[in-house]
């Protein structure tokens, strides 16, 4: 009987210890699988977190200034470098300054945003606008104002006295897609003596010239009796001719024509756009930085701009059809 007693204890207390053994075993993979669970639940949750942080700063890796020389490329690519090194550095993401062939190209170039930020004309950020949805943020400011005019140079000799007495002159101008050297001043003629071609009906001869100060070296040569440029660039040639204000005069003005801008593709976020405004405007206050904006461009300061003040460029070029680009 004691054997019996002692064998039933024996079985009973080998099956209290398998039990026990097998809750802590169960417990424990309970406890495994938990933390698993939970430190794989947070590690896509801090995934989640930085994709969603990604997507809502949107900013590009690189962004890319274009520019369209008004000197030498490899000058004007060295000149800039510097702006592109400040901009970098208030925006937080690499800026590189790009110097294009011309305004076709960086038109286009940001038409498939290949170029971020534009510093281009009033006449090609119409065409921009107009076609790629560009935008202006800002222009330049010159002797204290947004906006400049073309004027009409004429030899001081010459018995030219207002705009009527040169039907039947010579006419110099730079290019036929400058706003200031021909699309105001023909919108004018074409606006007060009802022509459509300024160029045949309105004056004997009408040819280009390659840019503003030569057609005022044209008229001060004698080769033609009228030139129209932007207000006043005799002043940069009077180192090499020094009498060219005594030899020259002014028979009239344009209208006022908006300044030159800085203007961004669509394709960058609001937040971003805001930001390069504000760092471009912070220049005012860096002597530095409004140095390189005068060496490149002729700016004297960054002022704010908006499409409605284009609107006057947009009515002048529509004037002319298709008849005008940038090509």
């Known amino acids: 009987m004691k054997k019996l007693v002692?064998?039933?204890?024996?079985?009973?207390?080998?099956?209290v210890i398998a039990a026990c053994g097998s809750s802590e075993d169960t417990n424990g993979s309970g406890e495994d699988t938990e933390t698993d669970t939970t430190e794989n639940t947070n590690e896509e949750a801090e995934n989640t977190n930085d994709a969603e942080a990604n997507e809502a700063t949107d900013m590009p890796e690189e962004i890319i200034m274009g520019f369209v020389p008004s000197q030498d490329s490899d000058k004007i690519a060295d000149t800039v470098k510097p702006l592109a090194d400040k901009l970098s550095e208030e925006l937080g993401v690499p800026v590189e300054g790009k110097v294009m062939t011309n305004y076709t190209a960086l038109v286009e170039a940001m038409g498939t945003n290949e170029v971020q930020i534009g510093f281009i004309p009033a006449?090609?950020?119409v065409l921009a606008n107009d076609k790629h949805n560009v935008e202006v943020l800002l222009k330049s400011e010159r002797f204290g104002s947004g906006t400049y005019v073309a004027q009409y140079i004429v030899s001081a000799d010459s018995d030219?006295?207002?705009l009527a007495d040169l039907e039947g002159a010579v006419w110099a101008y730079g290019d036929p897609t400058s706003t200031s050297g021909y699309l105001f001043p023909a919108a004018q003629i074409m606006d007060e003596f009802d022509v459509e071609n300024p160029e045949t009906e309105f004056f004997s001869e009408a040819y280009q010239t390659g840019?503003?100060?030569?057609?005022?070296i044209e008229v001060y040569e004698g080769n033609a009796d009228v030139a129209t440029t932007f207000d006043d660039v005799r002043t940069s040639l009077e180192e090499d001719y020094p009498d060219i204000m005594e030899k020259t005069r002014i028979l009239g003005h344009t209208e006022e024509i908006p300044n030159d801008t800085i203007s961004v593709t669509e394709e960058l976020s609001d937040e971003l756009v805001q930001s390069i405004k504000d760092a471009f405007l912070s220049f005012n206050d860096d002597d530095g930085m409004i140095k390189i904006m005068n060496e490149v461009y002729n700016w004297d300061a960054i002022i704010e701009a908006e499409d409605s003040e284009y609107e006057i460029v947009r009515e002048t070029y529509n004037k002319f059809g298709d008849s005008i680009?940038?090509?």
Not at 6 to 15: G, I, Q, R
Not at 211 to 216: I, Q
């Open 6 to 15: 002692l064998l039933m204890v024996t079985l009973l207390s080998m099956f």
């Open 211 to 216: 840019g503003h100060d030569n057609s005022a």
């Open 160 to 162: 030219y006295q207002e």
């Open 325 to 327: 680009s940038l090509d």
């Open 123 to 125: 006449f090609a950020y």
